[in-house]
T-cell receptor, first 113, second 113 residues
Framework: GAVVSQHPSRVICKSGTSVKIECRSL??????MFWYRQFPKQSLMLMAT?????????EQGVEKDKFLINHASLTLSTLTVTSAHPEDSSFYIC?????????FGNGTRLTVT | GENVEQHPSTLSVQEGDSAVIKCTYS??????FPWYKQELGKRPQLIID?????GEKKDQRIAVTLNKTAKHFSLHITETQPEDSAVYFC????????????FGKGTHLIIQP
């Protein structure tokens, strides 16, 4: 079945630094990928829709200058959390659609100290 | 935009009993309703989905029903097993597929031995 690979699975960084998270579709091409944030015991909140070759579409309230998204190829989207702060600590999950189904990466646990 | 309400937030059932999770949606144009299972610390995985032209769909112990008039859909798990313990998310979209999914807040299903 379709596989979405996300790296790293865990990252700890210091406040003020930037962190890049990669999302790859391993066996299919994805013109669109999605980035979610999930707080403990809460639902998946869509942050942005990543479009190959064009600008990402951000949800209301998500700072596009803080959460930089690049979708340079049909199999790779990256999310960069810039100038990270402790409140950015969360679980970030990417996903890609194949036909009607949405396939998720394993997620990245970001801890900002 | 779409709003998806999910109940209950926590559901505890005895092993072997049935579990029912209910969701309502607000946008009458929604036409695709998937259900995801997320085990602790892992990625959400699609377990079943239904389109608006179908009232019920079944896959072994799992079934989903859809009432378009009332704008609600439900997940039914029969003969529950310990491995069914997880958080379940419903979702709805108007695009007929993975694009633009709005998730419910999730239901923590606990199977009591």
């Amino acid at each position: 079945g379709a596989v979405v690979s996300q790296h790293p699975s865990r990252v700890i960084c210091k406040s003020g630094t930037s962190v890049k998270i990669e999302c790859r579709s391993l066996d299919f091409q994805a013109t669109t990928m999605f980035w979610y944030r999930q707080f403990p015991k809460q639902s998946l909140m869509l942050m942005a829709t990543s479009n190959e070759g064009s600008k990402a579409t951000y949800e209301q309230g998500v700072e596009k200058d803080k959460f930089l998204i690049n979708h340079a190829s049909l199999t790779l989207s990256t999310l960069t959390v810039t100038s990270a702060h402790p409140e950015d600590s969360s679980f970030y999950i990417c996903s890609a659609g194949l036909e009607v189904a949405l396939h998720f990466g394993n997620g990245t646990r970001l801890t900002v100290t | 935009g779409e709003n998806v309400e999910q109940h209950p937030s926590t559901l505890s059932v005895q092993e072997g009993d049935s579990a029912v999770i209910k969701c309502t949606y607000s946008d009458s144009a929604s036409n695709y309703f998937p259900w995801y299972k997320q085990e602790l610390g892992k990625r959400p995985q699609l377990i079943i989905d239904i389109r608006s032209n179908v009232g019920e769909k079944k896959d072994q112990r799992i079934a989903v029903t859809l009432n378009k008039t009332a704008k609600h859909f439900s997940l039914h798990i029969t003969e529950t097993q310990p491995e069914d313990s997880a958080v379940y998310f419903c979702a709805a979209s108007t695009g007929g597929g993975a694009d633009g999914l709005t998730f419910g807040k999730g239901t923590h299903l606990i199977i009591q031995p």
